[in-house]
Nanobody, 124 residues
Framework: QVQLVESGGGSVQAGGSLRLSCAAS????????MGWFRQAPGKEREGVAS????????YYADSVKGRFTISQDNAKNTLYLQMNSLKPEDTAMYFC?????????????????WGRGTQVTVSS
């Protein structure tokens, strides 16, 4: 059984940084995507960043390129999202997700497994 547990959210001022972590169990060795999504109140869930285990390719939403970095530590079965230069518009619930096949990295409906989320709040 796949389980994803996020941590690292919190409240920061604009310009600050946070690092999100996603501890994965039951997903070791699978080929596919692991990524981060976010959802603000009244908005649809959107892809933030993803990494493909087949070759380590990374993908980012245009809104976070140059500010966020996705990475994974296979030894620890943990996915990370380093978020720098945070903006108030980054405020959202952030979710870790995974799927064991290819296709679109940013379509939330494609992902099989989800964590419960961690809240990120950025104040101006």
């Amino acid at each position: 059984q796949v389980q994803l547990v996020e941590s690292g959210g919190g409240s920061v001022q604009a310009g600050g940084s946070l690092r999100l972590s996603c501890a994965a169990s039951g997903y070791t060795g699978r080929r596919g995507f692991m990524g981060w999504f976010r959802q603000a109140p009244g908005k649809e869930r959107e892809g933030v960043a993803s990494i493909y285990s087949g070759g380590g390719s990374t993908y980012y939403a245009d809104s976070v390129k140059g500010r966020f970095t996705i990475s994974q530590d296979n030894a620890k079965n943990t996915l990370y999202l380093q978020m720098n230069s945070l903006k108030p518009e980054d405020t959202a619930m952030y979710f870790c997700a995974a799927k064991s096949f290819g296709g679109s990295w940013s379509d939330p409906y494609d992902y099989e497994y989800w964590g419960r989320g961690t809240q990120v709040t950025v104040s101006s």
